[in-house]
């Protein structure tokens, strides 16, 4: 958003809007610092339960935020909506990310670990995580993929997008997509057929029936459901992928 936040102090109420860094925030040891979530920041599920609430990632609740004196607010370029981000604003010092590739999620950590004093934490987890991609180079799917995110209409995944930069920097695959970011699609008059269909968890809950309705749109296809958390969220979750992506993709 091309400004600059400056804080005072070290903060110590924090309302996270971005589901994955709620659950960053909860591995790098925040505690009671964390005062607001939203409804979609499911893990963990102890804060989940037990955090205040303050609406949804593109419906920020301002006056639950407003009530819970934040002296810092974290959001996503992609999660939030720039006009709840502007007027948060007038609340708290709002710290934005905005993630495209794996680099840029490992600097993301880093640059909250130095805002939260937890810089010992942060650098510990980026070289897990590191490690952890280190031993995933010699998975490589070299298959064409088609990734689905939402159903009525279908909707997938294309270039320009953390997903995709997994898909074909870290798997090896090539995206059948070409138009970028998230375009609505006609499964039966795709110009590429996939030969690897991976249907998300999230945000649209694919199920096993949708499986059979791909199928037969797609017969040379291989479909698999899948945790879309570990492909789209690019926090704490990283340190888990690595070790996914192998069980998902060598059965």
Known sequence: MHRTIR?????????????SQTELLYDLGLGDRVVGITKFCIHPEEWFR????VGGTKNVDLDKVKALKPDLIIGNKEENEKSDILALEDVAPVWMSDIFTLSDSLKM???LGEIL???DHAQNMVK???????????LKLDQKVLYLI??????????NTFIDHVL???????NVLKEERYPMIELSSLAEKPELVLLSSEPYPFKEKHVAEIQKILPQAKIYLV???YFSWYGSRLLGAPKYFHQLFSE
């Open 7 to 19: 804080l005072g102090h070290v903060p110590e109420r924090i309302v996270s809007l971005v589901p």
């Open 50 to 53: 037990s955090k205040t609430r």
């Open 109 to 111: 950590i880093l640059a």
């Open 117 to 119: 004093k937890l810089e």
């Open 128 to 138: 897990r995580i590191e490690q952890e991609f280190v031993a995933l180079e010699k």
């Open 150 to 159: 939402w159903k009525d209409p279908y909707m997938g995944v294309g270039p």
């Open 168 to 174: 074909h920097d870290h798997l090896g695959a090539t």
């Open 227 to 229: 945790d879309g958390e």
